[in-house]
Each structure stands twice: as C-alpha cells, then as structure tokens.
C-alpha cells in the first residue's frame, strides 16, 4: 500500500493549489479527482457562466444602444458559438491547471473516486478500472457540493436541468421556469431571458434573494420584471408532470393556485455537500445534520490529521472562501502560523446586472443584532458614470456606525457592483472610516468616486 505525507480529496478550489504547494514544500503528496481537475468553479460554476453572462449582457447592450445613438438594428444571438466559446473559456482554464499539477514535482495526480476504509486510509476506484489502496498522514477533503433536489410530486419523474446539465444546452429554452430565486436562479434566469427564452422564477420566500434587506431584494426584483422576467414569490411547487413536449408545474402562491405550462425546468434551490459516498463512517469524521464535515476554525475535523476546505464544511459557498481555506491550513502547518476563518471578510458578488456586491453586514443583520446603525443610500440614478454610460439601475447602500465611524457593511446594486464593493471592503479592512472616503480624492468620474456622494448622505 503506498503511503503519502498529505493526501487531497477534490481538485477544487482549495484542493489544487494546496496539494501544489504542499507537493513544492516537499511532502510527498496525491490529488485524488473523481470528474475534471477544477472542480465546480472552473467546469459547472464561475467560469462558465460568468463566460455566457458576458454574451447575454452583450445582448442588452446592443438593444440598449439606441439609447446611446447606435442603432444596431435587429439583435440575433448565435447559441452555438455562445456555448462554444465558453467550452473554450473552461477548456483554457482546466486544462492550465492540470498542465501546473503534472509538471508539479512530487505530486500525483489520480482520476478515481477515494473513500475512506480507514482512519487514514483511503479506497480509491480508479477511472480506468481496478482499486487502489493509500494511506496518508494528512488527508483534506475538498470534495465539494451538488445539486439538492427538493423533494417535489412528480420532480424525479421528469428531465429536470441543474446548473450543470443546463450548460450543456443546445438550443435556447422556450419557456424556462426555475425553482429557486438566489444566485444560481437570478444568474440564469436572466441570462436566458436575454437569449431570448420567457423565464419564470418561482421563490418560495417572501422575495427573492431572502437573505438580503428588503430594499434590494424589492429594486432587483423590479429590474428583473422590467426585463419582462416573471417572479413569482411565496410560493409552494406542488407538483410537476411532464407529457411529451411540455412540462406541467402546478404552483400555490398565497391562496391563488396556478398551472405553468413550461418547456423546461432548472432546479436551483441550494446546494449540498458530497459526503454521502465518502465513507466518513469508516474514520469517525463527524457531519452536521445537512451532511457537512463539521471543522474547527483552523478547518480540522474531530480527527487528528483529516481536515476539511471548501463548500463540503458548509458556510459560505464561494471560490474565494475555499482558496482562502487553503491558504489557512497551509500556513499553520506548513509555516507554523496560527490563523483561523474566525472574523474573516466574506464578500461576494452577483453577477446579474446590475451585479450585487456584498460585504459586512447588511441593514437586517444590524437590526437584529441590535447595533446603533446609520444606513447611507444613493441611487445609481444619481450617480455621474452611471448616467453617462447609461447604467442608472440599482443603488448603494452603506450600513455605518456613527460613533465609529467604521463601515460595517455594504450592499452595491449596480453596475460593476462587485469592484465598488471591493473598495468599500479595502476601506473596513484598513479601517478607513467613512467620514474620510467622503472627502477623499477620487478619479472622475469613476463609480467609486460617487463613493464621496454615498458618504455625503449622512450627515455626521
Ligand atoms: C452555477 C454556479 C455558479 C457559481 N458562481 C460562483 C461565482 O461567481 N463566484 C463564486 O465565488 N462562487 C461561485 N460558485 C460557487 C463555487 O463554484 C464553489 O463555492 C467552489 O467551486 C467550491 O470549491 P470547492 O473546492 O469547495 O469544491 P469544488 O470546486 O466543487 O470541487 C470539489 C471536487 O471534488 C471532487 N470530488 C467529490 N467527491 C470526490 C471523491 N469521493 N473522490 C474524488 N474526488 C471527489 C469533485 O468532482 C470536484 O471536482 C458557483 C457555483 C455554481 C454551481
Ligand atoms: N455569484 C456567485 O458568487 C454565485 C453564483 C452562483 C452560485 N453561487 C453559490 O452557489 C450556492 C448555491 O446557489 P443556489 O442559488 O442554488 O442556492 P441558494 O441556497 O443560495 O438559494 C436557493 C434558493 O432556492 C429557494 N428554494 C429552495 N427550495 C425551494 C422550493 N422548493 N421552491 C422554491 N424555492 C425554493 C430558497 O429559498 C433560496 O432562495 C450559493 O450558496 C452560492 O454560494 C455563488
């Protein structure tokens, strides 16, 4: 049976650059992927779709152009060439990352799908046929998240789509309904609303995205209905049954009971962790009741040795917080550092458009946790770069505390709201408050600098 120094399970995004720089350091180390080296990100999450986002978004412009004095006349997509650029785009990004693990000395990269049959100890069924057995002294899991399938009458009768097999479409949807009105649900819906497809979003709390304030929830909500989307909130999926060319969604939304005669389905109502296959019984490694390996702040499990990163240990689900988990247990054991995902930031971004950037608190938050808030807000309509190119949806919004000074939290609808929002998040990071960023000299005009104007609203 071989043995290794560190083992990883899942090439995602902690598992690649750890088992790289573990492998650099000198451990003998094994990467073990049961699919394709990148893991969620790169081949079914931020890659793809952020890839097509770009030509549905490309799709408005050219309608909105008129606006600018550019008449483009009639706008036609070519669904082909959009599915094939971003195979490219996943192509390019896979392929560069596998290419850095072979040619990373020490480190072994094996297809297959590894169980634990051990404390330490892994069964790996190979990709090729046949088993292999290894042991290790350290053994990450980085195995990741998938679909959850709600549990709907008729939903495992029929061909449903998720994130990933939507990837695959040929051909535009006519009628698209999507279950679920968060991040997966609002970035495909509207995508393909503007590819041209009628898209209807069912949301079975009071709005869509129902962990953000109201008042962003309500002006997204409005964008979205003015782009002719239909939401349709509060509601419950009672049952779905399918005939030969459509699908048939009975839905009850308050005491109104509707039918929705639909040509496809998406299913993105959350996701869950991939667990379930990984013989954690095998080892002891204790999960939450959602199925997630339950870690410490420094990301170990209950068992000396095995550790967790990324989406499989619950928390926040994004790219940056499992490359940050990486980096974490990285440096403590490699570098003797004593870091821990205790009071780190967790910014994230939307990519509808307007795009949702987030930090820090939001305004509900700082209600229920009872804190002396001010909330500062400005409308894209008032800001200088917005008007002039002709982005004037959404708004900023700052939670701040006024005896402080410090930023506590940010929610920026707009356009290119993920890079304002990372200004603000530099801002709480180097605790620069925000009645300075009021006076601050900002290039003009830029959206950040409207960050002054933002600011300017309070008055203290
Ligand atoms: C449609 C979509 C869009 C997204 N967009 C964004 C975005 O814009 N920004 C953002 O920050 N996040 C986004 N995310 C979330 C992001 O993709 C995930 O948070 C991130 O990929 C998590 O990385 P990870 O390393 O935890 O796991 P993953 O990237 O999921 O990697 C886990 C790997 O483990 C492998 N594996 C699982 N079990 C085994 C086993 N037993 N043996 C061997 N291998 C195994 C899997 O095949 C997979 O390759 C998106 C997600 C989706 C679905
Ligand atoms: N831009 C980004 O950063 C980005 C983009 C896509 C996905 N992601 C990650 O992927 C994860 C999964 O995204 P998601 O949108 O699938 O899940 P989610 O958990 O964020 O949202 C699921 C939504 O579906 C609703 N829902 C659940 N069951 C339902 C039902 N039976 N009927 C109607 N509505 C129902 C929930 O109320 C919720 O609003 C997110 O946690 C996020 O971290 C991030």
Redesign the pocket.
């Known amino acids: 049976m071989k043995h290794y120094d560190a083992i990883i399970i899942g090439a995602g995004q902690a598992g690649v650059p750890l088992a790289k720089k573990l492998a650099e350091a000198g451990k003998r180390t094994a990467l073990i992927e049961k699919r394709l080296v990148g893991g969620t990100c790169i081949n079914d999450?931020?890659t793809p779709?952020?890839a097509m986002i770009a030509s549905a978004k490309a799709v408005h412009q050219a309608k909105k152009a008129s606006a600018l004095g550019v008449d483009i006349g009639s706008v036609k997509i070519d669904f082909k060439k959009i599915v094939q650029r971003k195979n490219d785009i996943v192509e390019q990004f896979r392929s560069s990352s596998e290419k850095g693990i072979t040619e990373t000395n020490g480190l072994k990269l094996i297809f297959g799908t590894a169980k634990f049959s051990a404390e330490q100890e892994l069964t790996i069924t190979l990709n090729d046929g046949g088993e292999e057995k290894v042991t290790a002294d350290w053994i990450f899991i980085n195995t990741g998240?998938k679909?959850?399938i709600?549990?709907?009458a008729g939903l495992d009768q029929i061909d449903y789509l998720t994130?990933t097999t939507i990837l695959d479409l040929e051909t535009v949807p006519e009628h698209l309904v999507v279950?679920?009105?968060?991040?997966?649900?609002?970035?495909f819906g509207q995508m393909f609303s503007r590819f041209g497809s009628r898209v209807t979003i069912?949301?079975?709390?009071a709005g869509?995205?129902?962990?953000e304030d109201e008042d962003i929830s309500s002006a997204l909500t409005e964008i979205l209905t003015d782009e002719k989307i239909e939401i349709i909130t509060d509601?419950?999926?009672e049952k779905i049954d399918q005939d030969k060319k459509q699908l048939h969604i009975t839905v009850r939304s308050g005491k109104t009971k509707k039918d929705i005669t639909a040509s496809h389905l998406l299913v993105?109502?959350?996701?869950v962790p991939q667990t379930a296959d990984l013989g954690l019984e095998n080892c002891g490694v204790k999960l939450d009741d959602k199925g997630h390996v339950m870690v410490n702040e420094k990301l170990e499990t209950n068992i000396k040795g095995i550790y967790a990163l990324g989406?499989v240990k619950g928390g926040?689900?994004?790219?940056h917080i499992a490359y940050n988990d990486y980096t974490i247990v990285y440096r403590n054991l490699i570098e003797g550092t004593k870091y821990s995902i205790q009071d780190r930031p967790v910014p994230?971004?939307?990519?509808t458009d307007p795009q949702l950037g987030r930090i820090g608190i939001s305004e509900k938050e700082a209600k229920e946790k009872k804190l002396n808030y001010e909330i500062a807000v400005i409308p894209m309509s008032q800001v200088a770069r917005g008007i002039e190119t002709n982005e004037t949806l959404g708004l900023m919004k700052a939670v701040v505390d006024p005896e402080t000074k410090k930023i506590l939290g940010a929610a920026i609808l707009a356009s290119e709201g993920g890079e304002i929002m990372s200004v603000l998040q530099m801002a709480m990071e180097g605790d620069i408050t925000y009645d300075r960023i009021r006076y601050c000299v900002l290039a003009h005009p830029t959206y950040t600098e409207s960050l002054n104007n933002l600011f300017m609203k309070l008055d203290r």
């Not at 869509?208 to 962990?211: D, G």
């Not at 993105?268 to 996701?271: H, I, P």
């Not at 994230?348 to 990519?351: A, G, I, L, P």
């Open positions: 999450g931020c779709t952020k998240a679909t959850a709600p549990d709907i994130s279950i679920g009105g968060n991040y997966i649900g609002l970035e069912l949301e079975k709390s869509i995205l129902a962990k509601v419950k999926v993105a109502a959350g996701r989406d926040p689900a994004f790219t994230y971004c939307m990519f």
